[in-house]
């Protein structure tokens, strides 16, 4: 039931976010040919950045919850298109959130399927330095995603262990975020041995 509603409410907050890049000019973002696609990405500027990043942030999360839906999985091409101009326009924008992606994307994915534990490493790198290490969900994601899988039992326990050890009001607007990252470290923690067993 939780994960109907939160599909439901990122399939009309990710509608809602289309219609704004529409109302930008970029018109029909989910029927246009793929190369028209990053055409259309290359005609925004930096002061589309936020709608851009949200809009990809919402339309990944839903993805994720479709992941059974061959229709939902080959849209996810044109986020990460997404993404990555946001990389070129601003790359530091929420705590380098798109680098925070590119990690996910890279480390995630199977090698024959453009997997890269080097790439993604150096993506969750860059946006923790880009977030001044004060976005605390980054550590987690980087844990979870590249210390776990490349195996370093070390890595993955001192990273959410720093997550627990730093407070969560490092920045007034990430409070709620990091008091997230906070619990989501403890549970990780919670289950070391079974990950690296």
């Not at 704004?20 to 500027?45: I, N, W, Y």
């Not at 930096?46 to 839906?69: E, H, Q, Y």
């Amino acid at each position: 039931q939780d994960k109907e509603y939160a599909n439901l409410l990122y399939e009309r907050v990710r509608q809602y976010a289309l219609r704004s890049l529409e109302r930008r000019g970029f018109k029909d973002p989910l029927q246009r040919p793929f190369d028209d696609f990053q055409g259309g990405l290359k005609r925004l500027g930096k002061k589309d950045v936020p709608i851009l990043f949200w809009t990809a942030t919402c339309w990944a999360n839903w993805i994720r919850l479709n992941l059974d839906s061959m229709e939902a999985l080959s849209e996810l091409p044109r986020v990460e298109a997404m993404m990555r101009r946001v990389l070129e326009l601003d790359e530091g924008f929420h705590y380098g959130g798109a680098h925070l992606f590119m990690g996910i994307w890279y480390a995630s994915r199977p090698k024959i399927a453009g997997g890269d534990l080097k790439k993604a490493q150096e993506h969750f790198l860059k946006a923790l330095d880009l977030g001044d290490k004060k976005f605390l969900m980054a550590y987690v994601y980087y844990a979870s995603y590249y210390a776990r899988k490349i195996m370093d039992k070390e890595l993955f326990t001192s990273t959410l262990q720093k997550v627990l050890e730093t407070p969560a009001e490092t920045s007034p607007d990430l409070i709620l975020l990091n008091s997230i990252a906070k619990r989501q470290a403890k549970e990780l923690l919670s289950h070391v041995e079974e990950y690296f067993e």
